[in-house]
C-alpha cells in the first residue's frame, strides 16, 4: 500500500507560477514512476507529466513543455511539479499518482495504482 499527499495548489493570475509537491508513504519501493495528471470541470483527466525513480528521464505533455518541470527527491520520497508561466487553462484539480515496476504507456492514467487526494489550481486572466 501506498499512501500520496499532495499540497501547493492555490489561486494565481496568470504568468505566475506554484510548486506542488507529492509526498509518498507505505511501500514505497516499488514505485518505478510518479505522474501527474490534471482534470478540468466537464473533461477527462489528461497526462500533465511523469518522472522516473533515477529523475533523470522526465517526461510532458506538449502544452506544458517548457514551462513546468517535474522532480524528485528520493530521500524524502516526495516528487515535485514547479510550474511556471501559468495560464488560465492550466485551471484544474492536479493528481499525482505512483506506478509500480512494469510495461505499459507513463501518459495512461490506467497505468497507475495509487493515487493522492488532488489539488486544486486556478489561474486566472
Known amino acids: 500500500q501506498v499512501w500520496l499527499v499532495e499540497s501547493g495548489g492555490g489561486l494565481v493570475q496568470a504568468g505566475g507560477s506554484l510548486r506542488l509537491s507529492c509526498a509518498a508513504s507505505?511501500?514505497?519501493?516499488?514505485?518505478?514512476?510518479m505522474g501527474w495528471f490534471r482534470q478540468a470541470p466537464g473533461k477527462e483527466r489528461e497526462f500533465v507529466a511523469a518522472?522516473?525513480?533515477?529523475?533523470?528521464?522526465?517526461y510532458y505533455a506538449d502544452s506544458v513543455k517548457g514551462r513546468f518541470t517535474t522532480s524528485r527527491d528520493n530521500a524524502k520520497n516526495t516528487v515535485y511539479l514547479q510550474m511556471n508561466s501559468l495560464k488560465p487553462e492550466d485551471t484544474a484539480i492536479y493528481y499525482c499518482?505512483?506506478?509500480?515496476?512494469?510495461?505499459?504507456?507513463?501518459?495512461?492514467?490506467?497505468?497507475?495504482?495509487?493515487w493522492g487526494q488532488g489539488t486544486q489550481v486556478t489561474v486566472s486572466s
Open positions: 507505505g511501500r514505497t519501493f516499488n514505485i518505478d514512476t
Open positions: 499518482a505512483a506506478r509500480l515496476y512494469g510495461s505499459g504507456p507513463f501518459y495512461s492514467s490506467s497505468q497507475y495504482y495509487y
Open positions: 518522472i522516473s525513480r533515477s529523475g533523470s528521464t522526465p
